[in-house]
């Protein structure tokens, strides 16, 4: 009976010897992450992506209340510039949040992978709006930017370019349906996958 006892009491013991393969884990687990942070660019903005998502969800509305095709074309000209300003500030309050500045080596990657695509989309755009080609824009606009978020994530988080790749087949599916649903489609990728992926971002990655 008494020997009963001592085992019981052995096995309730609080202090028990910490698992050297547990702690193994968890400093290997730490030094992934630390390697992540100092080679992949992880300021892109969760929180202003969501709000991007919000703006582009109204200007599709307003676009398509818009009587002409010109002044729908114009209210995405103006999303597009509100869109890049709190990309932009939202981007620069998270790195400063979390210590990451935009000039180093993963945020320079990420913008040098990014840009190209972007420009030649604002090329293609500008050159079709030329010949009045105005119903190839909205997914030229997709698929271009769909192209600059894959290069662009291919040095940040993996959710970034999953994203790109819905851009993408958005994009895809712009070019096959009727040209009618060029404002519906801009709204669905520019509005909802902004809106989901940045939830995403901001619960996965710190805002």
């Known amino acids: 009976m008494a020997k009963t006892s001592a085992m019981r009491r052995d096995e309730s013991q609080p202090n028990e010897p910490v698992n050297l393969g547990d702690r193994a884990i968890d400093n290997l687990k730490f030094i992934r992450e630390t390697m992540e942070r100092s080679t992949h660019f992880t300021a892109v903005p969760g929180y202003g992506g969501m709000l991007m998502g919000v703006t582009a969800v109204?200007?599709?509305?307003?676009?398509n209340s818009q009587i002409t095709l010109r002044d729908s074309l114009m209210t995405w000209l103006i999303e597009a510039m509100l869109a890049f300003a709190i990309g932009l500030l939202a981007m620069r309050q998270k790195?400063?949040?979390?210590?990451?500045?935009?000039?180093?080596?993963?945020?320079?990657?990420?913008?040098?992978?990014?840009?190209p695509p972007l420009i030649v989309g604002?090329?293609?755009?500008?050159?079709?709006?030329?010949?009045?080609?105005?119903?190839?824009?909205?997914?030229?606009?997709?698929?271009?930017?769909?192209?600059?978020?894959?290069?662009?994530?291919?040095?940040?988080?993996?959710?970034?370019?999953?994203?790109?790749?819905?851009?993408?087949?958005?994009?895809?599916?712009?070019?096959?349906?009727?040209?009618?649903?060029?404002?519906?489609?801009?709204?669905?990728?520019?509005?909802?996958?902004?809106?989901?992926?940045?939830a995403i971002i901001a619960r996965r990655y710190g805002g």
């Open 122 to 198: 604002v090329a293609t755009v500008l050159g079709v709006w030329r010949y009045g080609d105005y119903y190839a824009m909205p997914a030229i606009c997709m698929l271009c930017y769909g192209a600059a978020v894959v290069c662009g994530g291919a040095f940040s988080v993996w959710v970034v370019p999953v994203m790109g790749w819905c851009f993408i087949a958005l994009g895809v599916a712009a070019f096959l349906l009727p040209s009618n649903y060029g404002n519906a489609m801009m709204g669905a990728s520019f509005g909802g996958l902004h809106i989901v992926f940045g």
């Open 95 to 115: 790195s400063k949040i979390g210590g990451q500045s935009l000039l180093s080596v993963p945020s320079k990657k990420f913008a040098m992978s990014f840009a």
């Open 58 to 63: 109204a200007a599709a509305f307003i676009a």
